[in-house]
């Protein structure tokens, strides 16, 4: 069963930056679609971007287009979400997710990580 592990959040002041990874372990078959979340609290988890875990086009939802940016190291298992310009409604818990579906629904994504936390302050 694959394992997904997020890192690089932490607490940016509005307007900086910031990319988080996703190192994937273990056997990702038959999950071959992987790609970032964010929930707030009181909040339904939403759908940011994704990218097909053999390469490919990625998906970005249009609220994060221009701003947010997907990548992997296919040799690392990694995947990265870079954010730009964060804003303080951007402070959420920030997830990564392995399924088989473009479609960046967090139902159907059966496997996730623990979870990054990123604060934008101001």
């Known amino acids: 069963q694959v394992q997904l592990v997020e890192t690089g959040g932490g607490e940016v002041q509005v307007g900086g930056s910031l990319t988080l990874s996703c190192t994937r372990s273990g056997n990702s078959a038959p999950n071959n679609y992987w790609a970032w979340f964010r929930q707030t609290p009181g909040k339904s988890r939403e759908g940011i971007a994704g990218?097909?875990?053999?390469?490919?086009?990625?998906t970005i939802a249009a609220g994060f287009q221009g701003r947010f940016a997907i990548s992997q190291d296919s040799a690392k298992n990694t995947l990265y979400l870079r954010m730009n310009n964060l804003r303080p409604d951007d402070t959420a818990m920030y997830y990564c997710a392995a399924g088989q579906t473009r479609q960046l629904n967090p139902r159907l994504f059966p496997h996730w990580g623990q979870g990054t936390q990123v604060t934008v302050s101001s």
């Open positions: 990218i097909p875990m053999a390469g490919g086009p990625s």
